[in-house]
């Protein structure tokens, strides 16, 4: 029986290249066949499409690299909500940028694995150069850790916090994300303390007060750009706090860390560089391929709880020899090296490139909601905090908000999201397209309209 080739080795990208045809021809077909921002028809009709073109999953006699991949990479093109339509904005899902794309598959190929220096020699050593290098964004003599995501980098700052503190009380916001107080249970830590956020920011003079109650080790979450509405919590405000009464903090910037890149919106982030531990996702205004998640620590000695020994892996002898000790810089094992799309991002658009793209996709934004705010039969929430505007028809009650979601989904005609905002149900438009123009804005408005009721 003839054996699939290897996509590594220096016959590697011969194997490839005929594939890569297949696949890109797929990819084309399969955008082109949806014809949309998502399929049509809903999840009945998707899941019926779906198994008629997979038939049999796992044949006795496979079809050869060339059909499977044609087949299951149209079927999933096809049927995909595709970020890179502007007409699909719902969440923080980001469209990947091409060159991402192109390292991502440099890094499937290398399949170099960061548990261990024998399995990933330049590898670790371009993420330790990467890692310090986005860390020193913050804090100068900064280091950062590559996760999976703001999940991820949520729960090591939790964790980290415990490992000094023991049974840290956390402090968090009534708008912080849902992954924290999944993170303080996942560590078995007491109940989260929520602050209320009445503006959709955490409230400091009720911050004052729930860390005047509290006779214990706190860490106070803050968050940069909120999943519902983008909004920035007041970070110097919050600082001080946390400063005078003791208190550690973490700053959640998983969607508006990257403010960071850009001269223009820097400012918003003041604050920030007072936090112990940020959250920095890149597959969200970083344009990366999931995953590319950051934790990063002002003192890179707060690390050293992650500190792990597997003989295999890391051995004393092996260590003191001079081999680098990757265990403790994850809580995985086998673990990808997402920092090549990353650093390939990072070196190709430079931090002009970078911020170029975060200032046009913040003034997409603001002109979306010129267009809201100018609407006779819209309202607008509030001025964009960073890239994500709420809306809602005038006078429609919450099921007809609801409603017109679910029809524009199930018609295949656009992708907006929802969130609960000043006790009202929103329609959400999160933009992260920065080839979205003035004139997709208002054609996605018009969509709308369209699936109104009247
Ligand atoms: C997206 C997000 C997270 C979670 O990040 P994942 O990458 O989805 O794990 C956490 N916090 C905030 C504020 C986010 O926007």
Redesign the pocket.
């Known amino acids: 029986m003839h054996t699939p080739p290897l996509a590594g080795g220096p016959t590697g990208p011969c194997a490839l290249h005929p594939l890569l045809d297949v696949v890109l021809a797929a990819l084309r077909e399969g955008a082109v066949g949806r014809g949309g921002p998502l399929p049509h028809g809903g999840p009945e009709a998707v899941a019926v499409r779906v198994a008629a073109a997979v038939g049999e999953v796992f044949p006795s006699r496979g079809t050869g690299a060339e059909e499977a991949l044609s087949t299951l990479v149209r079927t999933l093109a096809e049927g995909a909500a595709d970020p890179a339509d502007p007409r699909c904005a719902a969440h923080?899902h980001t469209p990947p940028l091409a060159l991402a794309a192109a390292a991502d598959l440099a890094a499937c190929a290398l399949n170099p694995s960061l548990d261990s220096w024998d399995q990933a020699p330049a590898a670790a050593e371009l993420e330790a150069l990467v890692t310090r290098a986005l860390a020193a964004e913050f804090w100068p003599g900064g280091d950062a850790l590559v996760t999976?995501?703001?999940?991820?980098?949520?729960q090591l700052a939790l964790l980290l916090a415990r490992e000094r503190h023991g049974a840290v009380q956390l402090v968090q916001g009534a708008n912080a994300?849902h992954?924290l107080s999944r993170a303080a249970w996942l560590l078995g830590l007491p109940e989260p303390v929520t602050v209320p956020a009445p503006a959709g920011t955490l409230d400091p003079a009720s911050l004052d007060e729930a860390l005047t109650a509290l006779h214990r080790p706190s860490l106070v979450v803050a968050?940069a750009?909120?999943?519902d509405t983008g909004a920035v919590d007041p970070l110097p405000e919050i600082a001080a706090l946390c400063a005078r009464h003791g208190a550690e903090l973490h700053v959640?910037a998983?969607?508006g860390g990257p403010l960071i890149f850009s001269d223009t919106h820097r400012d918003r982030l003041r604050g920030l560089e007072h936090a112990h531990s940020v959250?920095l996702?890149l597959?969200?205004l970083g344009w990366q391929p999931v995953?590319a998640?950051l934790l990063a620590v002002r003192d890179p000695a707060r690390l050293a709880p992650l500190a792990h020994t597997a003989d295999y892996l890391n051995a004393d002898d092996d260590t003191e020899a001079g081999l680098p000790d990757l265990l403790g810089r994850s809580l995985r094992t086998t673990r990808r090296p997402d920092v090549l799309k990353i650093a390939v991002t990072l070196r190709a658009l430079g931090r002009t490139g970078l911020a170029d793209l975060v200032d046009r996709t913040l003034a997409l934004a603001r002109s979306f909601a010129a267009l809201v705010a100018d609407h006779p039969a819209l309202d607008l929430y509030e001025q964009p905090a960073l890239s994500t505007v709420l809306f809602r028809p005038t006078g429609a009650t919450d099921d007809e908000v609801a409603g017109i979601r679910r029809a524009l989904l199930t018609e295949g005609r656009a992708v907006l999201g929802r969130a609960r905002a000043d006790g009202r149900l929103w329609l959400k438009a999160t933009l992260l397209n920065p080839h979205t123009t003035t004139g997709d804005l208002a054609q996605l408005l018009k969509t709308v309209e369209g699936s109104t009721p009247r």
């Not at 999976?148 to 949520?154: L, P």
């Open positions: 923080l999976s995501g703001g999940t991820e980098s949520n994300h992954s968050t750009g909120t999943t959640d998983a969607y959250t996702d597959h969200k995953a998640g």
